[in-house]
C-alpha cells in the first residue's frame, strides 16, 4: 500500500521517512566531523557532499509536505495529552529543522563567496550575496541547531522506543511497515 491509512504508514511515508532519518543524522554527523578538519581538498570534497546531501534532505522534505495534502498521517497512538501535544511539537521542530538547516547551510555558503552544487549535476543560484556577517550568523545558525537536533531526534527515538517497549503499541511497528499482529 503506497497511501496512508487510518491504522498504518503507507510505502511512501515510511521510504521517506527512513531516507530522511538516515540522511538527516548522516548529516549531523558529517558536519561534526567536518567542523574539527584542517583546511584541506579532503575538507572541501566533504563540504560538496555534505551540500549535495543536504539538498537531497530538502527535496525529500518538499516531496514529504506534498505527500501529506496526498496522503494524511494516521492519528497518534498516545493516549496522554501530554505525550501527544510533545509527539506533535517533536515531529513539527523536525519537519521544521529539515526545511531550516539546508536554506541555513545554503545561505552559510553564499554569503561565505561559495557555491551549492548537488553532486555537481546543478549548481544552486545564490540567494544572497557574499556578506561577511550574514556568514557568520548562518553559520551559527547552522551549527547550533545542528547541536540542538541531536537532542530532538534522540526524544523522538525515546518516544518510539516507549511506545514500543512500555506501551506496547503499534507506533513503531507501522512505521516498520508492520501491524500489531505481525510482532
Known amino acids: 500500500m503506497l497511501k496512508n491509512s487510518e491504522q498504518n504508514y503507507g510505502l511512501v511515508t515510511r521510504a521517506n521517512h527512513w531516507l530522511s532519518a538516515f540522511l538527516f543524522i548522516g548529516l549531523i554527523a558529517l558536519g561534526l566531523y567536518m567542523s574539527d578538519l584542517e583546511k584541506s581538498p579532503e575538507k572541501f570534497e566533504l563540504y560538496d557532499l555534505h551540500k549535495s546531501l543536504g539538498i ?3 527535496m525529500l522534505m518538499m516531496l514529504r509536505l ?23 511539537a517533536v515531529k513539527g521542530i523536525l519537519y521544521l529543522a529539515m526545511i531550516l538547516m539546508p536554506i541555513s547551510g545554503w545561505v552559510m555558503s553564499n554569503s561565505g563567496g561559495h557555491e551549492v552544487a548537488f553532486f555537481n549535476l546543478f549548481t544552486l543560484p545564490n540567494i544572497v550575496a ?29 518516544g518510539a522506543l516507549k511506545h514500543h517497549l512500555v506501551y506496547k503499541d503499534a507506533t513503531l511497528l507501522r512505521m516498520l511497515g508492520k501491524n500489531k499482529q505481525d510482532k
Open 56 to 58: 537531497g534532505l530538502f
Open 66 to 88: 506534498i505527500w501529506l495534502k496526498v496522503s494524511a498521517n494516521p492519528p497518534q497512538l498516545s493516549k496522554n495529552k501530554f505525550e501527544h501535544i510533545l509527539g506533535h
Open 130 to 158: 557574499e556578506n561577511h556577517d550574514l556568514h557568520e550568523f548562518a553559520e551559527e545558525f547552522h551549527e547550533i541547531t545542528g547541536k540542538v537536533m541531536i537532542a530532538v531526534i534522540l526524544l523522538h527515538i525515546a
